[in-house]
């Protein structure tokens, strides 16, 4: 029996006057902006040199854009209507009524009213949800399957629960302290320097636990070592809201005076401080992208901010105690209790306007919105178990393995989990620009000399003064008084230079001095006096 290998030819690029429009705008996006002007170049080597490698990053360009068509099979897309009709107008049954199986499952209420209000969690991968009742009740689940893994009441009031590097680890915000448990239900560890804590977040590209406790405390805790490595007291008041920036993994914390203030582990004065509200801050949220921040105050208003410029980009009506940004930039804010709103900018303008519309049924007080990653949903937390609703559009279709894997076995979580802890980045790399790791410092002013370093150049200035020798004269023009006379005028001529600077800073003193009186005689005893010459 004879095998025969057949041979692969590999896929060549099309020339771009084959390629349709769609090919070439795809190709457009992996370019690294416009090719550069080589005509004007005389240096015909470096000319060569840099065609070779335009060449090459058009070639590279196109094979992204070929293999985006496999790895990137699925496309997201949003509600779209005919005529006059209204996105938001649409109803869960209406959708329900027209999507597949499998996202049919996706939508289902979970009624446990002695537990609640129910505050929610999702893992990186969105496979895994962690639900803690205020009242001791916690669940983990898996979406996926729909199975209910764990089950267990903790006896006592939880604020807030938090997923740490991946679903075999959670945290609780409990009444007196935190509490880290396994996905078997285990206490693993009870950490008592936190307190009573409100808010819980974890920074998974640092392996750090984040708390604000009740006396406005903020604390960023190591789970690798167990050390502290920040312990800062806010001093602006209690707060009740405290959200992450996925970009650049600064802590924003929003406050009972209307402050929003932004932390890094390493400083234990706030990064910026904003006057958002004139009333309380009851919820904020962060854009993927870093930029873009929602805010909502007493005053029943949600506003937009620009974190480039921290200016408000757009004011929208309405109160909430629950926000969040889905993966493709919609935001899903809890108003009037049981009533859900998402806002999108479908336009790219960054105006938002009302895009879908959820009511509870009457009596649910909604606690926490979530958007489960990777899929077009939205969990609600409220005070009768918790409910999942389909948002189309809300989350992004195409996952990287090598970032969050919902099919990853034992062995890949494993190997994922000590790569991730050997690529652990330090505190001091948070900050409100990231781009700037990595990049060349630049040159600072040159500072002037101290008043020692002076002193020192004026004695070693008169000592070469003191050392030079003199030429032996005949006729008594070497005598001892005038060699001495001619020692003091080398020395004077070193000095000169010194007290010319000086004078010149006296001058400069006085005049300012001189400025500065020119005041009303009321006034004038105030004035500072004008050195002495």
Request: hydrophobic residues 35%; aromatic residues 8%; glycine residues 8%.
């Amino acid at each position: 029996m004879v095998v025969k290998v057949a041979k692969v030819q590999k896929t060549k690029p099309l020339p771009a006057a084959e390629q349709t429009e769609e090919e070439k705008m795809s190709v457009k996006k992996y370019l690294r902006g416009e090719a550069a002007d080589l005509g004007e170049l005389q240096d015909k080597k470096l000319k060569g040199q840099l065609a070779v490698r335009e060449e090459l990053y058009g070639k590279s360009a196109q094979a992204a854009a070929q293999a985006e068509k496999w790895l990137m099979p699925s496309e997201g897309g949003y509600l779209e209507v005919e005529g006059i009709e209204k996105t938001w107008r649409i109803k869960q049954d209406a959708i329900a009524a027209e999507v597949d199986i499998l996202s049919l499952r996706k939508q289902f209420d979970i009624v446990l009213p002695d537990f609640g209000p129910y505050t929610l969690d999702f893992s990186l991968s969105g496979r895994y949800m962690i639900a803690g009742g205020k009242k001791g009740h916690m669940a983990l689940l898996d979406m996926k399957n729909m199975d209910l893994i764990k089950e267990f009441q903790v006896r006592e009031t939880v604020r807030d629960v938090v997923f740490l590097h991946n679903q075999k680890l959670f945290a609780a915000a409990q009444k007196k302290y935190v509490y880290m448990y396994s996905d078997n239900g285990t206490e693993m560890h009870c950490l008592k320097e936190h307190g009573a804590v409100t808010k819980l977040q974890f920074l998974n590209k640092h392996f750090l636990l984040t708390s604000i406790n009740k006396l406005g405390q903020l604390h960023y805790q190591d789970i690798t070592t167990g050390e502290m490595i920040g312990n800062y007291r806010t001093g602006l008041g209690r707060t009740d809201t405290m959200e992450v920036n996925p970009y650049n993994n600064v802590i924003g914390v929003g406050h009972s005076g209307g402050t929003v203030s932004m932390w890094k582990p390493t400083s234990a004065a706030p990064l910026v401080k904003m006057l958002c509200h004139q009333g309380p801050v009851t919820a904020m949220a962060f854009h993927s992208n870093g930029h873009l921040m929602a805010t909502a105050g007493m005053e029943r208003k949600i506003k937009l901010w620009d974190l480039r410029k921290f200016e408000v980009l757009q004011t929208l009506p309405g109160t909430t105690k629950s926000m969040q940004f889905s993966q493709k930039g919609l935001l899903a804010a809890a108003t009037g209790g049981s009533f859900v709103q998402v806002f999108g900018d479908l336009s790219g303008s960054q105006e938002y306007s009302r895009y879908m519309g959820h009511s509870m049924a009457k009596g649910y007080q909604i606690k926490k919105v979530q958007f489960r990653p990777y899929e077009d949903v939205l969990a609600i937390g409220h005070s009768q178990g918790w409910s999942s609703i389909l948002i189309p559009g809300s989350g992004e279709p195409n996952f990287d393995t090598w970032v969050a894997n919902p099919f990853e076995t034992r062995k890949q979580r494993n190997e994922k989990e000590v790569r991730s802890l050997l690529d652990k980045l330090p505190p001091e790399t948070i900050m409100l620009d990231p781009s700037k790791i990595g990049s060349v410092k630049p040159a600072t002013k040159k500072e002037g000399p101290t008043k020692q370093d002076i002193e020192a150049q004026k004695e070693a200035a008169i000592e070469d003064a003191k050392k030079t020798k003199l030429k032996k004269k005949t006729k008594g023009r070497s005598k001892p008084s005038k060699v001495t006379k001619k020692k003091q005028e080398a020395i004077m001529r070193a000095k000169k230079p010194f007290l010319e600077k000086q004078d010149e800073k006296v001058k400069k003193k006085r005049k300012r001095v001189e400025e500065e009186n020119q005041l009303p005689k009321s006034l004038q005893r105030f004035a500072r006096k004008v050195p002495a010459s």
